[in-house]
């Protein structure tokens, strides 16, 4: 069955470095997602990619984030500056015609 | 009033026994419904789509309800395995957001 995977599955950064989350969405899936989860607390959207744009975006999606779809396979989240509060888990996902899948996620612990 | 709101639990259950969670919704344009699963530090599962006509999948049963604006998910003979965070979720006014309850934490004991 095919899966969205997620790279790194954990990463430990200090407070102000930038980090780059990768994501492998299912190959035939046009609509991409990056949601975040803090410890203990809901799932929060961030942004939707369609088209090689983004679609939308939250309020915590602000001039610190960026996407990118490189090379028609990886859809990458990238954190420029990173903050303790950004701390979380980062879910990547992606969409065919009704159903979001998940990848794995990416544990971030900013320091 | 928050968009999707839950029960956040937890629901202590033995095994066996039927559990019904229910999950409220503010936007009355809201078109598409789901349940997904979560497991601990785990990234969340579809377990359902919710229909308007209800919907039911071995155990599991969804059902919607637009005019009170909730949906409802049913198990049936709860395993240990169910034990996990049932996470109600609506699109919204776009096509793009999914949003998110906080969730309702199921516990089944022996």
């Known amino acids: 069955e095919p899966e969205v995977t997620q790279t790194p599955s954990h990463q430990v950064t200090q407070m102000g470095q930038e980090v780059i989350l990768r994501c492998v969405p299912i190959?035939?899936?046009?609509?991409f997602y990056w949601y975040r989860q803090i410890l203990g607390q809901k799932v929060e959207f961030l942004v939707s990619?369609?088209?090689?744009?983004?679609?939308?975006k939250s309020e915590i999606f602000d001039d610190q984030f960026s996407v990118e779809r490189p090379d028609g396979s990886n859809f990458t989240l990238k954190i420029r500056s990173t903050k303790l509060e950004d701390s979380a888990m980062y879910f990547c996902?992606?969409?065919?015609?009704?159903?979001?899948?998940f990848g794995p996620g990416t544990r971030l612990l900013v320091l | 009033r928050k968009e999707v709101e839950q029960d956040p639990g937890p629901f202590n259950v033995p095994e066996g026994a039927t559990v019904a969670f229910n999950c409220t919704y503010s936007?009355?344009?809201?078109?598409?419904f789901f349940w997904y699963r979560q497991d601990c530090r785990k990234e969340p599962k579809l377990l359902m789509s919710?229909?308007?006509?209800?919907n039911e999948d071995g155990r599991f049963t969804a059902q919607l309800n637009r005019a009170s604006q909730y949906i409802s998910l049913l198990i049936r003979d709860s395993k240990l395995s169910d034990s996990a965070t049932y996470l109600c979720?609506?699109?919204?006014?776009?096509?793009?957001?999914?949003?998110w309850g906080a969730g309702t934490k199921l516990i089944i004991k022996p």
């Open positions: 996902a992606s969409k065919g015609e009704e159903t979001q899948y």
């Open positions: 190959s035939n899936h046009l609509y």
């Open positions: 990619f369609y088209n090689n744009e983004i679609s939308e």
């Open positions: 936007n009355s344009a809201s078109q598409s």
């Open positions: 919710v229909y308007s006509s209800g």
């Open positions: 979720v609506v699109i919204g006014d776009s096509n793009y957001q999914l949003i």
